[in-house]
């Protein structure tokens, strides 16, 4: 491969390659490669703008570089790449490397470590191929359900799916962070000898890679060039409260003034799906939801100072009011092959096309004028990623292309409009929460949860480690379910112990957030018909009292203490707007030089401060927890304790172990 240097990037080319590399960002560099005859100059993720750099070029016969700050591309006369930081040593012999490199392309004399399989004349497969170093870890990545913190060894689809979201960065303990800049459906590998990307569809490789001294500042340059979360309103750091599902304003008002009896201030009650005449009709069946009572409710729920949020859906019904409308217009996403249905709960619908702005402007308008208009302030964005009948990407088309080429980005498209729509209209302290997110969606107000999540101790200890995992990928704003979603019975004990185990772990995250579907269902529906307002089951009760009185007493004293805390939540919203940190942090996040902090993994950092030990086992009440250097108090007792043991804590059905760094 022939190099050269064109301005400040790195070329190369050898038959119909064509290989780049530049600086991107702080210590980063990207790199682009196609077999066409142009790169698409699309950005994908690396959307914000950030100093390039000034790179530092040198082309040589048998070795060529290109160095931004601290980090090397070294590339041989084969076009194989290795990464350097600036602390590594390295020799050269004619076409191979000396000395051990963050990461590197793969060396297989007959396998190519970027391979370009034809699906046309200009759409390809894609596989890139890295050597991996013993010992190193990997993190990151989005949200998987798996209980593995550490992913390497895992293999990954990069498909966004219900509970799943692909974001593909990942943050290695070598001191280095990738981005796999690619909207592509596809594979990761994370393998023991190699890590291996592909791509079902695309025309280019992509991909950025950045170094650090440590997680923070990994995590710090990737957000700076893919975009943050702004400040989180502390309007939103109390209580939300939410079922399956209120059926009237009544049901509603009933819950919030039961509330207000209490003492106690809802932040947000939510009203979810099926409210509406038909999917896609994106207003409230006037059956059950007249427009008086709609505003009088959410006049109601402002003056008790609550936000009032309501469920939307990307799907269409046949019957719906817009869907002939929005076909006509080409606001819909189609089928390569087949029938246009893509999705048959509870009728038969197509799926919007968020790709398209005017689809965007579109769904806005509708949502503004039936909703906003009557004081719903807050959207919920369901079905995001989006469900489907099938999972055949290759056969939906979008305005930009075919899901298997630009699929991730379903998610933040569709909550970009929401986000731009409510920020043209003047609205302030927005928060939309969303079923699933691609790379950069945080800086679009999203808050995203885990989806609909079993209600077993095995889903949540899944989700402590997707909670940690997706704030390295760049998501600070992230909740869950409490108690899991699926419930089949709330009168089991069991189920109510799981249920404070994930409250008492809610209060240390995010959102603290009530929400379920409840069983047994044997609540009459409100109508006989199969559509509409009224039609759908609804779950059991899902409020702080519904439980039983010492369940009760144990969520409202936590609720209490997450008030107590909302000064320090605040700080560490606006960190996380301001260099990217998440809240909820792996403890090598915040004690990288500890080696203990990379192996534990059921045990987590809110914020600097805050030292977290969740109860993941029915039954348990004790367990270990390890205190790394410095100070620690346990905030239930007051006693002070020297850091670098590990203890075991009591863990009584009322509380879980937190200890506080002094």
């Given amino acids: 491969?022939?190099?050269?240097?064109?301005?400040?990037?790195?070329?190369?080319?050898?038959?119909?390659?064509?290989?780049?590399?530049?600086?991107?960002?702080?210590?980063?560099?990207?790199?682009?490669?196609?077999?066409?005859?142009?790169?698409?100059?699309?950005?994908?993720?690396?959307?914000?703008?950030?100093?390039?750099?000034?790179?530092?070029?040198?082309?040589?016969?048998?070795?060529?570089?290109?160095?931004?700050?601290?980090?090397?591309?070294?590339?041989?006369?084969?076009?194989?790449?290795?990464?350097?930081?600036?602390?590594?040593?390295?020799?050269?012999?004619?076409?191979?490397?000396?000395?051990?490199?963050?990461?590197?392309?793969?060396?297989?004399?007959?396998?190519?470590?970027?391979?370009?399989?034809?699906?046309?004349?200009?759409?390809?497969?894609?596989?890139?191929?890295?050597?991996?170093?013993?010992?190193?870890?990997?993190?990151?990545m989005g949200q998987y359900q798996q209980p593995h913190l550490d992913l390497m060894g895992c293999t990954l689809d990069l498909e966004q799916r219900n509970s799943q979201m692909a974001i593909p960065f990942a943050l290695s303990s070598q001191g280095y962070g990738f981005l796999w800049n690619l909207p592509a459906t596809g594979k990761v590998n994370f393998g023991r000898n190699l890590t291996e990307w592909f791509a079902d569809e695309t025309d280019e490789m992509d991909y950025w890679i950045t170094v650090a001294d440590t997680p923070a500042k990994l995590v710090e340059n990737y957000t700076a060039v893919v975009g943050r979360a702004p400040a989180m309103s502390r309007d939103y750091m109390g209580l939300w409260q939410c079922k399956l599902r209120y059926r009237t304003p009544e049901e509603v008002l009933e819950v919030a003034h039961k509330y207000e009896e209490q003492g106690i201030h809802l932040n947000v009650?939510?009203?979810?799906?099926?409210?509406?005449?038909?999917?896609?009709?994106?207003?409230?069946?006037?059956?059950?939801?007249?427009?008086?009572?709609?505003?009088?409710?959410?006049?109601?729920?402002?003056?008790?100072?609550?936000?009032?949020?309501?469920?939307?859906?990307?799907?269409?019904?046949?019957?719906?009011?817009?869907?002939?409308?929005?076909?006509?217009?080409?606001?819909?996403?189609?089928?390569?092959?087949?029938?246009?249905?893509?999705?048959?709960?509870?009728?038969?619908?197509?799926?919007?096309?968020?790709?398209?702005?005017?689809?965007?402007?579109?769904?806005?308008?509708k949502c503004k004028e039936n909703y906003s208009r009557l004081g719903i302030d807050l959207f919920w964005l369901d079905n995001s990623e989006p469900d489907s009948i099938i999972y055949h990407f290759d056969n939906i088309r979008y305005y930009t292309g075919r899901a298997s080429k630009v699929g991730l980005e379903f998610p933040k498209n569709y909550l970009r409009g929401f986000y731009e729509g409510m920020t043209a209209a003047g609205q302030k302290d927005i928060v939309n929460l969303v079923r699933c997110a691609w790379v950069g969606s945080q800086k679009y107000a999203g808050l995203f949860w885990s989806g609909d999540v079993p209600s077993t101790f095995e889903a949540f200890r899944d989700q402590v480690v997707a909670g940690l995992n997706i704030g390295i990928a760049g998501i600070p704003w992230w909740t869950t379910d409490i108690g899991g979603f699926m419930t089949d019975d709330v009168n089991d004990p069991d189920f109510v112990e799981l249920l404070l185990r994930w409250y008492e772990y809610a209060v240390f995250s995010p959102i603290l957030r009530m929400h379920g579907d409840r069983g047994p269902y044997d609540i009459p529906p409100l109508d006989t018909r199969d559509f509409g307002g009224g039609y759908l089951h609804t779950g059991q009760p899902n409020e702080i009292w519904s439980y039983g009185a010492e369940p009760e007493r144990i969520m409202k004293k936590h609720l209490e203490l997450r008030l107590s805390l909302v000064d320090y939540i605040d700080s560490i919203y606006k960190e996380a707007s301001e260099n990217g940190s998440p809240l909820l942090r792996t403890m090598f996040y915040e004690f990288p030089q500890d080696a203990k902090c990379w192996e534990v993994e059921d045990q987590y950092m809110f914020g600097g401060k805050y030292l977290v030990a969740p109860v993941l086992e029915l039954g348990q009440r004790e367990r270990e927890v390890y205190l790394p250097a410095g100070k620690w108090e346990d905030i239930h007792t007051g006693k002070v304790y020297d850091g670098g043991v590990t203890l075991t804590c009591p863990a009584p059905i009322d509380f879980i172990p937190v200890f506080r760094l002094v």
């Avoid at 059950?288 to 009032?308: Q, S, T």
């Fill in 269 to 365: 009650i939510v009203i979810d799906f099926f409210h509406w005449p038909y999917q896609g009709s994106w207003r409230f069946d006037e059956t059950y939801w007249p427009e008086d009572k709609v505003k009088a409710m959410c006049d109601e729920l402002h003056r008790m100072g609550i936000k009032v949020m309501v469920s939307v859906w990307p799907s269409v019904d046949k019957r719906s009011e817009n869907y002939a409308e929005m076909a006509d217009l080409g606001l819909l996403s189609r089928s390569e092959r087949g029938s246009g249905e893509t999705y048959d709960y509870q009728g038969e619908c197509a799926t919007i096309d968020p790709f398209n702005p005017a689809t965007r402007e579109y769904l806005w308008k």
């Fill in 1 to 140: 491969m022939r190099f050269e240097q064109s301005g400040n990037a790195l070329i190369g080319r050898a038959g119909n390659e064509y290989l780049q590399l530049e600086p991107w960002g702080k210590n980063a560099l990207r790199v682009r490669c196609t077999v066409l005859p142009a790169l698409s100059g699309l950005a994908h993720a690396l959307t914000e703008e950030v100093e390039k750099g000034n790179a530092q070029i040198v082309t040589g016969p048998h070795v060529s570089s290109i160095t931004n700050g601290r980090i090397r591309a070294e590339v041989n006369e084969s076009g194989t790449i290795a990464f350097f930081r600036d602390d590594t040593r390295v020799l050269y012999e004619y076409n191979r490397f000396y000395g051990v490199p963050l990461t590197r392309e793969s060396r297989c004399l007959k396998v190519p470590p970027r391979e370009f399989t034809g699906l046309s004349s200009d759409s390809f497969k894609l596989a890139v191929r890295f050597e991996r170093n013993d010992g190193e870890r990997i993190y990151g």
